[in-house]
């Protein structure tokens, strides 16, 4: 998960989505795991949690 979170800032290395409805907010896929994050001028974590509560948490 550290991992996942330190190359954030290469876009490539992860399959990213936009969330709807939200700007320059998107996500991250790490197995069971959802990573939500804010681009700006910096890479800013919000949220780590599984699939199952991360949405309702937003």
Known sequence: ???????????FLYSYE????????YRIVVGDY???YYIDKIVSVLLVDKRERIYDRL
């Open 1 to 11: 998960m550290l991992n996942a979170i330190e190359r954030l800032s290469d876009t």
């Open 18 to 25: 936009k969330l709807r409805g939200r700007k320059n907010v």
């Open 34 to 36: 959802r990573i939500i």
